[in-house]
């Protein structure tokens, strides 16, 4: 499970490493630093990181995918594509896992599920359609950038009302 924070100390972090990543995103022209690393350091580098972007993520209550990608780009450890595919295997063995705990507590309502499963899984084939073939790397950044700074704004908006 997730560490259990009080409403504003959970808000704020999170509003905090959403504005980071959004700042990253916009302000930072070249994706990642030209860092090279050898098999230990990297080795340590990826468990330093990850141990990190856990903690964050259970604190926060968030998969950490939306962590994970900018870090191994930041960090030169991997180009975009590489960056993506782990992503998406970090995010969708998350997903296995949580579906798992959350179906051992509470039987879904499958009228609503079908749906949002339906939904999930044409949006999932029309964004890799998109993302690998029909927009450029910069752009796909952009539109995931937005997508972070709307949410931000959105929660800054819930705080400060």
Request: glycine share 14%; net charge negative.
């Amino acid at each position: 499970g997730r560490m259990e924070l009080s409403g504003p100390v959970y808000e704020f972090l999170l509003l905090g490493v959403l504005t980071c990543i959004a700042a990253r995103i916009y302000l930072w022209e070249e994706p990642s630093v030209d860092l090279e690393w050898e098999a230990t350091t990297s080795a340590i580098v990826c468990l330093l990181v990850g141990a990190t972007i856990g903690g964050i993520s259970g604190m926060i209550g968030i998969g950490g995918g939306i962590l994970l990608i900018p870090c191994i780009l930041l960090l030169g450890l991997g180009t975009a594509k590489e960056a993506a595919t782990a992503g998406v295997l970090f995010t969708g063995l998350n997903s296995i896992s949580g579906l798992t705990a959350h179906l051992q507590r509470h039987i879904p309502d499958l009228d609503t599920l079908a749906p949002l499963l339906v939904a999930v899984f044409i949006g999932g084939v029309v964004g890799s359609h998109v993302g690998a073939s029909r927009w450029e790397a910069d752009t796909v950044r952009k539109v995931l950038g937005g997508v972070v700074l709307a949410a931000a704004v959105l929660l800054a908006i819930r705080i400060w009302g």
